[in-house]
């Protein structure tokens, strides 16, 4: 079973690749360039308290450095605030690796569907020694918690003084209707923590680069939680790029408004399956009449490599597949076509 998507060594590395969800625009223009700074900087530690670094996230998120935490990755946050508590409350279905990282630490994990957080966290017996991980939006749904719900949700964890993880790895796909930094920066990112990185919007996820806001006194666990020097030279000079590349950013924005739109109306064409509603740069694709494993192999040999979902724990079968070019998605929408075609003789 595949834990992640993108691991194009179990499979052929000629496949087109719908199972990782990075951004089929690339990493801005000058990342090279910026790679090529940061070797330079091989020579010499990275600062250990990568200020200057801190000080261009936060600008960026729009918090200050001092609430900025950076890490190898997102998962190198999510682990160090999940070693912060001895309870952790996820949704189902959701990434693999806040039950698995949870485990790692010995953590009590308990699991409950997605409404019921939203709707009913009173009933979740919520305390100091707890954490909810979320998914904003969520992995492998794509669908973002309404501003509302969030709130809500909010207003209860501060009031038991439990804590609240977003994890925003998808934040720039999403839809612009509200920014969950600026929910929360009026209560000083008290209880809560957002969690966001550069590797799916801005390409980059053998960078490894990830980043978060939260209160100061969290933000100083993390950092002495974490291994010193987990960033390499490289992040530097790129994070000094990518950030204010606002051309990338906003044609990038267009693109996935402008192809999620157009599969949501290709996909109305189709009698044995239907694409699930998303908010971001992915979407879940669920079968009538045959298993998800079936058409999971027969685009593999029409050179197709889509994403499982058994360790989601859907209650469903289905495919997660991510938005690409409008090439690419035309060769799937034509070898999903010819399964169809397959299916009705």
């Known amino acids: 079973m595949m834990e992640h998507g993108g691991i194009l060594e179990d499979y052929s590395k ?13 990493y801005p223009y000058g990342v090279e360039e910026a790679i090529g700074e940061g070797v330079l900087a091989l020579k010499r530690y990275p600062d250990l308290r990568y200020r200057e670094l801190k000080t261009i996230v936060s600008e960026y998120l729009g918090g200050s450095a ?58 979740l017996k919520l305390d100091r020694d707890t954490s909810i991980i979320l998914g904003n939006p969520n992995n492998p ?58 590797t799916k919007f ?66 109305k064409t189709f009698s044995f399956l239907k694409m699930l509603d998303t908010d971001c740069n992915f979407y879940l694709l669920k079968f009538n009449g045959v298993k998800a494993s079936f058409v999971f192999d027969e685009l593999l040999k029409r050179g197709i490599l889509t994403r499982k979902t058994e360790n989601f724990n859907l209650e469903f079968e289905a495919l997660r597949l991510a938005i690409k070019s409008r090439e690419d998605n035309l060769n799937l ?6 399964i169809e075609k397959g299916l009705i003789r």
């Open 141 to 198: 749904t794509g669908k973002r918690i309404s501003k509302e719900k969030l709130l809500y949700l909010y207003k209860e964890v501060a009031n038991k003084n439990s804590y609240l993880i977003l994890d925003e790895a998808f934040f720039e796909f999403s839809s612009p209707d509200y920014d969950s930094v600026e929910l929360f920066t009026g209560a000083g990112f008290s209880n809560v923590a957002i969690i966001r990185a550069s």
């Open 66 to 123: 001092e609430q900025t935490s950076l890490g190898c990755g997102s998962i190198e946050i999510i682990d160090a605030l999940i070693s912060l508590y001895d309870r952790i409350i996820i949704s189902e279905p959701c990434f693999s690796e806040y039950r698995l990282r949870s485990e790692v630490r010995n953590k009590i994990v308990e699991s409950y569907p997605l409404d019921k957080i939203l709707n009913e966290p009173s009933s």
């Open 14 to 26: 000629d496949l087109l690749d719908f199972s990782t969800n990075i951004n089929p625009l690339g």
């Open 202 to 267: 801005f390409g980059l996820p053998g960078l490894r680069f990830g980043y978060a806001l939260s209160e100061k006194e969290i933000a100083e666990r993390i950092d002495k939680i974490k291994l010193p020097w987990s960033l390499n030279a490289f992040v530097l000079p790129v994070a000094r790029l990518i950030f204010k590349d606002k051309e990338f950013i906003t044609n990038s924005k267009e693109f996935f408004q402008v192809e999620r739109d157009y599969l949501k109306k290709e996909y």
């Open 333 to 338: 929408l034509k070898a999903l076509k010819d």
